[in-house]
Every structure is written in structure tokens, then in C-alpha cells.
């Protein structure tokens, strides 16, 4: 099993910044994919992005030159920094920890981007 919790969430105006933080605990095996989806009121889920233990990343579209995911390894923590934030970056974000077919979500973290 795999714990994840999430933090630094919350209220910021547009254009504004934000760093969300997700510690991972329990059953982590090397190798692993990290990453950040996101869920709007009203819409599906969707991908925001991942990063391998090697560090290579992977973004969804409407994040690439706003958002940066990091981890740090010896920490079991992913990243994800996130500027010039929009009102449609508002959603409950959700960290994951992939391994194989191992699949863990955590609790999710509200990111509201008004004024």
C-alpha cells in the first residue's frame, strides 16, 4: 500500500502562483511514475502531469510553460509549481503514484483561481 497526501492548495488571484506538494509513504518501490491530475466542477477528470523516478516529464497542453512537476527521491515527494495561474486551473487537484499496475490516488487539494 501506498499513502499519498497532498498540500499547499487554495485561494490565488489570476496570473498569481501556487506549489502544490504530495509526500508519498508505505510500499514505494523504484521506479515509479508520479504525477498530478485535476478535477473540474462539472467535468471529467483530466491529466495534468507525470514525472518518472528518472525525472523525465510528460504535461498536458494547457499547463506546458505555466506548470513545472519535480520530485525529490529521497523524499518520496512530487511537485508541481504553477504559474500565471487562469480561472480554468480551478479544480480539486489529485496526486497519483503508478508502479506497474499499482494505482494510488490521494485525497486531493482545492485550487481556486478568482478574484
Known amino acids: 500500500q501506498v499513502q499519498l497526501v497532498e498540500s499547499g492548495g487554495g485561494l490565488v488571484q489570476p496570473g498569481g502562483s501556487l506549489r502544490l506538494s504530495c509526500a508519498a509513504s508505505g510500499s514505494i518501490l523504484s521506479g515509479n511514475v508520479m504525477g498530478w491530475y485535476r478535477q473540474a466542477p462539472g467535468k471529467q477528470r483530466e491529466f495534468v502531469a507525470t514525472?518518472?523516478?528518472?525525472?523525465?516529464?510528460n504535461y498536458a497542453d494547457s499547463v506546458k510553460g505555466r506548470f513545472t512537476i519535480s520530485r525529490d527521491n529521497a523524499k518520496n515527494t512530487v511537485y508541481l509549481q504553477m504559474n500565471s495561474l487562469k480561472a480554468e486551473d480551478t479544480a480539486v487537484y489529485y496526486c497519483?503514484?503508478?508502479?506497474?499496475?499499482?494505482?494510488?490516488w490521494g485525497q486531493g487539494t482545492q485550487v481556486t483561481v478568482s478574484s
Open positions: 514525472i518518472t523516478s528518472g525525472r523525465s516529464t
Open positions: 497519483t503514484y503508478r508502479w506497474g499496475r499499482l494505482d494510488y
